[in-house]
């Protein structure tokens, strides 16, 4: 099966600037998660996208935005960029009604680095 | 308040020998789930091993263990004959509640391990 996969690996973007980020979900998941990891911290929740609407979100702000697709592929989208959005943006997937023990799958994610 | 706390910022074990990470949590809901996930420095994040809050025996996965403590709401890891490729960050993670909250885990600082030859 194939796993998750995001694109770009590496983004340099200037502040002020708008990015997309870019995930596939595994095979057969229906559930995307994005999460943002700062350099030395854990990874911190941002939002989950199911059945194409965000059904869940962490502690960011509005500039934080996403998309979910039909095939289950999803976009983060953050505009004004500052220098703290600096950092390795996680997507996972998951398969919403799957047992509670469920891992979640992610991907390599994207290192972004706003200057 | 801190849900995951891991308060070992680095650790370091030879090689062969075993290793255990500390974590601990908080929460009040009755239903939650504990991962320990694996980071090395290419990025990505690997699932090693997940313990339930209503599973009476410790998970088990190869050569990894979960020491789970409720009543003292730990659940730390144990990696036992440690090999160099385990030299990575480690992180534990908390699903809480039921319903649709699978894609939300709670993730600890994390620790960094060494394993020396």
């Known amino acids: 099966e194939t796993g998750v996969t995001q694109s770009p690996t590496h983004l340099i973007k200037t502040r002020g600037q708008q990015v997309t980020l870019r995930c596939s979900s595994q095979?057969?998941?229906?559930?995307v998660s994005w999460y943002q990891q700062a350099l030395g911290q854990g990874p911190q929740f941002i939002f989950q996208?199911?059945?194409?609407?965000?059904?869940g979100r962490g502690n960011f702000p509005p500039r934080f935005s996403g998309l979910q697709f039909p095939n289950y592929s999803s976009e983060l989208n953050v505009n004004a960029l500052e220098l703290d959005d600096s950092a390795l943006y996680l997507c996972?997937?998951?398969?919403?009604?799957?047992?509670?023990?469920?891992?979640?799958?992610f991907g390599n994610g994207t290192r972004l680095t706003v200057t | 308040a801190q849900k995951i706390t891991q308060t070992q910022p680095g650790m370091f074990v030879q090689e062969k020998e075993a290793v255990t990470l500390d974590c601990t949590y908080d929460?009040?809901?009755?239903?939650?789930?504990l991962f320990w996930y694996k980071q090395p420095s290419s990025g990505e994040m690997i699932f090693l091993i997940y313990?339930?809050?209503?599973?009476?025996q410790n998970a088990t996965e190869g050569r990894y263990s979960l020491n789970f403590q409720k009543a003292r709401k730990s659940a730390n890891l144990v990696i036992s004959a440690s090999q160099l490729g385990d030299s990575a960050m480690y992180f534990c993670?908390?699903?809480?509640?039921?319903?649709?909250?699978?894609?939300?885990?709670?993730f600890g600082q994390g620790t960094i391990l060494t394993v020396h030859p």
């Open positions: 996208y199911y059945r194409e609407e965000e059904n």
């Open positions: 993670a908390m699903r809480e509640g039921r319903g649709t909250s699978y894609g939300k885990l709670t």
């Open positions: 313990q339930g809050s209503y599973d009476e």
């Open positions: 095979s057969g998941h229906n559930t």
């Open positions: 996972a997937s998951s398969k919403q009604g799957s047992s509670y023990n469920s891992p979640l799958h």
């Open positions: 929460t009040s809901d009755q239903s939650y789930g």
